[in-house]
């Protein structure tokens, strides 16, 4: 049951093929751009999993560092053969003893923290490691869409190139008092007809409303800069918006 165990890390790239990595990276671009306080080159990637933004983001020329808490995550990533580095760690408390221009958080990745004292302690060792001036830049589930809309079952079917199948169906209970939707995933692998594996994993994750948002980072050395709707951050959050990313920086 623990998240981003072996086998589903192993159909973790299968199931976000169409994600747009290259895309987010531009929007990156953009923010460090027009919020960084100075020039970007050095960018930490918190909760980086198999690796898609970090290896987009080197491959640019950015001087990357990918912290991930799951080593079959990191394993892909690895595996990329990409010039970011990669290490194993959780995030609410690591050292790497290097500093930053910007730093990363995405695919709702604070969602995995859910009591206060875990993201506050996450962004605390996020400041430590930025720069006075440094940006930060994250994107999360919105409280207001998530309470408004409700989720739902939901099934994922892709087709893998090995002539097989990735199956995901997830289910989800929310927690309102708590602000948590618990994620019940089951997950099957076909290769060529034939079950090869089968994955059930309990993601208990965080939905975030702005005013505490704010309130965290600004307890953490961070002014919150802007929050907007995700990948276009141009648009106001409202309660059709389940992503809305967030801009700051540090103090």
């Known amino acids: 049951m623990t998240p981003f165990g072996a086998d589903y890390a192993g159909a973790y790239d299968d199931l976000y093929r169409d994600k747009d990595y ?8 953009q923010v460090f751009r027009q919020y960084g ?3 970007v080159k050095r960018v930490l990637d918190l909760g980086c999993g198999t690796g898609g933004h970090s290896a987009v983001l080197a491959a640019r020329g950015y001087h990357v560092v990918g912290v991930d808490r799951s080593a079959d995550m990191l394993q892909h ?6 010039c970011a580095r ?3 760690a959780d995030i609410t408390a690591f050292d790497l003893n290097e500093t930053f221009d910007a730093g990363v958080i995405m695919f709702a990745v604070l969602g995995y923290l859910t009591c206060n004292s875990q993201v506050t302690s996450a962004l605390q060792t996020v400041r430590k490691h930025l720069r006075t001036g440094g940006v930060l830049f994250g994107d999360l589930w919105y409280g207001p869409a998530v309470l408004a809309q409700r989720p739902g079952e939901r099934v994922k079917v892709i087709e893998t190139p090995d002539s097989g199948k990735v ?7 929310l927690e309102t008092r708590r602000d948590i939707c618990t994620v019940h995933y089951q997950l099957w692998r076909l290769e060529s ?3 090869v594996s089968e994955v059930r994993e309990q993601h208990a994750m965080r939905y975030f409303f702005e005013p505490e948002l704010e309130a965290l980072l600004a307890s953490t050395g961070f002014e919150l800069l802007h929050i907007g709707s995700f ?5 106001e959050p409202s309660e059709q918006t389940w992503n809305v990313a967030f801009v700051a920086r540090a103090r």
């Open 22 to 29: 290259a895309g987010e990276c531009d929007l990156l671009e």
């Open 37 to 39: 306080d100075g020039a």
């Open 77 to 82: 990533a690895r595996e990329r053969n990409t």
């Open 86 to 88: 990669f290490e194993q």
């Open 167 to 173: 199956i995901r169906v997830a289910s989800s209970v």
């Open 193 to 195: 007809q034939s079950l």
């Open 231 to 235: 990948p276009d951050l141009g648009t």
